[in-house]
């Protein structure tokens, strides 16, 4: 959001950091009844000690779901925060896309910590 000011004869514009919401409104694909059987990615954007935290979470879910295929982080690209500034986040999503469909996963871990 851009507002101008007038003061003594001049004219400042303040910029807003916050900018404006936008809500876009998605439809969410239906919940999985198990994940027994299933390949499930993970998705790392280089934050929370991921590198500490899959394999926990990998050995949980194999305890639980013994034919559960897991695809680890290290064989996906790295989506950054960066990644995902508007100039790029269609480019990027398409590129995410294409590696989940490759790679065969019926679901994602996207978080994991913080």
Known sequence: MISSVAAENAV????NPLGEPVVEMITMAPRLDTLEGKTIGELWNGG?????????IEKMLRERYPTVKLIP?????????ASLHPEKKEKTL??????????GCDAVITGNGA
């Open 48 to 56: 929370f000690r991921g590198d500490e935290s899959f394999p926990i």
């Open 94 to 103: 398409e590129a995410l896309r294409a590696e989940l469909k490759e790679k």
């Open 12 to 15: 400042y514009e303040v910029v």
């Open 73 to 81: 982080y290290t064989e996906f690209s790295l989506f950054t925060i």
